[in-house]
């Protein structure tokens, strides 16, 4: 199967990007260093093409009940001009996607969801529909998104758009203008810094990419974001939630809501769950002696085998490794002593407290 | 991409290289090698005195993304290790023909040594995995 492009192809590869397969995209790994990219947006900011996620609009009368009934969050504590992340669950609690969506009327919300998920997401939704008067219009193509993160994103970004910055609080966003470019700017991320996502028709992908390029932010390829957002502890579906594994497990038990009267896809399980605690809950991860802690990677208490690692690396921000781990509940304490395997060694690691970093 | 590939040493199609001084061969990877791994955060050293055959995974080298390993160029006794990786490991990335060499053996099989490849021909094999 040919890898598709998104509309900033050339660009990556013309700034010398190693590019990587990533849930059928051709896709920037890094451009120079996954260090100093990282480096980069906790110090100043950097530029990421996420037009590889998807992007939809769902419209019509019912769009908030049909939403209050496939999502987990609640509704009703949204406004217009806020978005919210929440996840779609399966009957059994466990992960579709998780995803974030905007309340741009309250009969028109746009949904950012994951690569790797857009045909599920799409297919999912529109299987639920039901009765509800709502169209779904899959956008994901048509436009290009980016995310312009850091502690130095406000000032850098300010000069260019039209809509004073300032007032846009974390979660909200607003449809203004970037040197005369229409976008969508939302003041949300995956990096544990403040900074924005930004979507836009794709005839205009050169044109923002070069005035955002010319501030001076970086370009960050998927090594930097994976860190960034490793240290934050924002989950990553397919790792920490995933058709297996719940968001009460993931530790997102706060996304969980009762809704009081309002059925919705997954409600019986997830609330038992958020209540009753599950078996496995995730953990940060150290380890305590030197090496790399990577996905899958088997975790110990004593001789008895207690979970797997849902994400590890090396963390540019700690210089240390660190991880996220499925583990079993008895042994999920924090300090709790534990071993890791890596290639039939078991190293000394540890349980620790989460988030390793935020800063927003 | 412009690799360094020096002149007066042997490569292996696996990215490692060798420096041969009669029957001591120093061993580490290569330009491309450390450039395809990335940040380079850890290396795996064997212990001095393990002895392994060629083409045996003698370590592994942790960048920030990926692991890579050091696969024997040589059958070969270990007698040195670099010791200055522990602490910097960048060293691969920024030197990996000088102050990032990996290990020292002393050769058990110089029969083998003919089976390394000139400088030529590994830049053909880096050329023909770069399309």
Redesign the interface.
């Known amino acids: 199967m040919e890898l598709k492009k998104t509309p900033f192809y050339g660009i990556h590869v013309k700034l010398?990007a190693?590019m990587v397969p990533f849930s059928g995209f051709s896709m920037p790994?890094?451009y120079q260093?996954?260090?100093e990219e990282h480096e980069a947006v906790r110090r100043n900011a950097g530029i990421f093409d996420i037009s590889h996620m998807g992007e939809f609009l769902l419209v019509g009368e019912d769009v908030f009940d049909f939403l209050q009934y496939v999502m987990i969050n609640d509704l009703n504590l949204l406004e217009v001009s806020k978005g919210q992340y929440s996840c779609m669950c399966y009957d059994n609690g466990t992960v579709v996607d998780d995803l974030v969506y905007y309340e741009e009327t309250p009969t028109r919300f746009r949904m950012i969801v994951n690569a790797g998920n857009v045909d599920k997401d799409f297919k999912w939704l529109n299987e639920h529909i039901g009765k509800f008067d709502v169209k779904i219009t899959n956008l994901s193509t048509k436009r290009c998104r980016l995310a312009f993160q850091g502690p130095k994103s406000d000032e850098l970004l300010q000069d260019l758009v039209d809509a004073d910055l300032s007032k846009i609080e974390r979660f909200y966003f607003s449809h203004t203008t970037l040197k005369g470019v229409p976008i969508f700017i939302a003041r949300t991320g995956y990096t544990g810094e403040r900074g924005f996502e930004i979507s836009f028709e794709n005839q205009y992908a050169k044109k923002v990419w070069d005035y955002l390029y010319n501030t001076g932010a970086t370009p960050a390829g998927l090594?930097a974001r994976?860190?960034l957002r490793l240290e934050a502890c924002y989950s990553l579906y397919g790792h920490e939630i995933s058709d297996e594994i719940t968001p009460v497990e993931a530790g997102l038990f706060w996304l969980v809501k009762p809704k009081k009267g309002i059925d919705y896809i997954g409600k019986e399980v997830l609330l038992k769950q958020k209540q009753e605690g599950t078996d496995r809950i995730l953990v940060g991860l150290n380890l305590l002696e030197?090496?790399?802690i990577?996905d899958n990677y088997s975790i110990f208490f004593n001789e008895e085998k207690i979970g797997f690692v849902t994400s590890g690396?090396?963390s540019?921000t700690l210089k240390k490794t660190i991880g996220l781990g499925l583990v079993s509940k008895e042994h999920s304490e924090v300090d709790t002593e534990i071993k890791i395997e890596i290639?039939n060694k078991r190293l000394k690691g540890k349980i620790v407290e989460i988030p390793f970093y935020r800063n927003v | 991409m412009d690799y360094k590939f020096p002149k007066d040493l042997k490569y292996t199609k696996t990215h490692e290289w060798v420096l041969l001084k009669e029957n001591i061969a120093t061993i580490g990877i290569t330009d491309y090698a450390q450039h395809q791994l990335g940040d380079i955060v850890y290396v795996e050293v064997p212990d001095i005195g393990m002895v392994f055959e060629r083409e045996s995974n003698a370590g592994e080298i942790e960048s920030v993304k990926a692991v890579g390993e050091i696969i024997m160029p040589l059958s070969g006794e270990i007698i040195e290790v670099n010791t200055d990786l522990v602490n910097e490991p960048e060293l691969v990335n920024s030197s990996p023909f000088e102050n990032g060499w990996i290990i020292k053996i002393k050769i058990s099989h110089p029969d083998e040594i003919k089976d390394l490849i000139p400088v030529e021909e590994y830049i053909k094999v880096v050329e023909s995995e770069e399309q």
Do not use: A
Request: no cysteine.
């Open positions: 010398g190693k790994v890094q260093s996954i260090m090594g994976n860190t030197k090496g790399v990577r690396s090396y540019p290639r």
